[in-house]
């Protein structure tokens, strides 16, 4: 698939999200997990919801990864126990759409990785948001998932080459 990567400025958003180290084989077993206690938090105690979910990536590497699942809200709030509550970052990101099954989801981090490269740029932790609905769209084709690179600056506020 090829991918259209864009340059685009995020407003930090609010979140609440639980994190989790795993090994790469377990992603959709911990999202599967995670998703539903996150939710059940939100609604236990009177969070709304502001978008789809989302799930970032953090401290990637040869022994696995960590992962925070969660959902943008429509004000902070506060987290208890393994909830945790946050922010996603403003700032500027590199973003792309796949079109299609999670399986493929790496290919559209590698043409990000390759566009930040192309641009002498670095890039912070990414992170995903889920557009489609797995379970309101049964036919993996048709989801929808937006990655999401955010581009580093220097300390003195310019790209990073």
């Not at 599967?32 to 938090?41: D, I, K, S």
């Not at 796949?98 to 670095?122: F, K, N, R, T, V």
Request: with cysteine.
């Amino acid at each position: 698939m090829a991918y259209e990567i864009i340059e685009k400025h995020l407003d930090e958003k609010a979140v609440i999200f639980m994190r989790k180290r795993i090994r790469p084989q377990e992603i959709a077993a911990a999202l599967g997990e995670l998703f539903p206690a996150v939710h059940q938090f939100s609604v236990r105690n009177g969070i709304v919801m502001a978008g789809p979910p989302f799930c970032r990536y953090r401290e990637l590497g040869a022994e696995g990864m960590t992962l925070e699942a969660g959902m943008p809200i429509s004000a902070p709030a506060v987290g208890e126990g393994d909830v945790l509550a946050g922010t996603l970052p403003a700032g500027r990101v590199a973003s792309t759409i796949h079109a299609g099954p999670y399986d493929d989801l790496p290919q559209a981090h590698a043409a990000i990785e390759a566009w930040l490269e192309e641009h002498e740029l670095s890039g912070g932790d990414a992170w995903e948001v889920y557009l489609t609905d797995p379970g309101l769209v049964e036919d993996p084709a048709d989801w929808r998932t937006e990655v999401l690179r955010p581009i580093e600056t220097a300390p003195d506020g310019s790209s990073e080459p």
